[in-house]
């Protein structure tokens, strides 16, 4: 089982959907800057819930996870990106926690545990970056009026490598998603094996 079937949406499973969505949500309140991004890239771990229901129930569960997560997180605290960062939250963990998901649950080893939030990790990097530069950062300089230079100078302020758009996600986006993962994955691993009895039950 890959993904979450029909029948696998029974009351249990989505109670422990709904209380990873709510713990990720809480994590996701306490979020911050990193010393080398622009300040509208906030760094927290409320990816830890999406990939701890991942590796339990099966990749579409850390999907659940993070929309319910950013549902949430809209709807609580509202959004000062117009929805925009909520939407690409919701992408690039949906990717990382798929991505990871996958591979640990086709064989549910440590060593494949590791594999899975290697390459889920990478896949996320890349992609989220892609996305970022051709569509995301666009959308919102567009939605509010900025120009792309606004957004690259606020990644200048903060980081002497930043001079345009392109080096905005090579020296910004890039290493702020890699450390993200890196530092949601060793939490992963550290929590999984003592929660995944009670999601098992």
Known sequence: MYTLRREDFNTKTMVKVSVLSVIAFILMMFDFP?????????FDISDVPALIGSFAMGPMAGVLVNLVKNLLNVLVEGSATGGVGEFSNFVVGSIFAYSAGLIYY?????????????VGMLIMTVSISIINYYIMIPFYA?????SLDKIVSMGTAVNKHV?????LILYAVVPFNFFKGVVVSIVTILLYKRVSPILHR
Not at 106 to 118: C, R
Not at 163 to 167: G, L, Q, T, Y
């Open 142 to 146: 567009k939605l509010f009026g900025m």
């Open 34 to 42: 990193l010393w080398f991004a622009p300040p509208f890239l906030k």
């Open 163 to 167: 001079v345009d758009f392109k080096s």
């Open 106 to 118: 086709k064989k549910k080893t440590f060593k494949n545990a590791i594999i899975g939030l290697i």
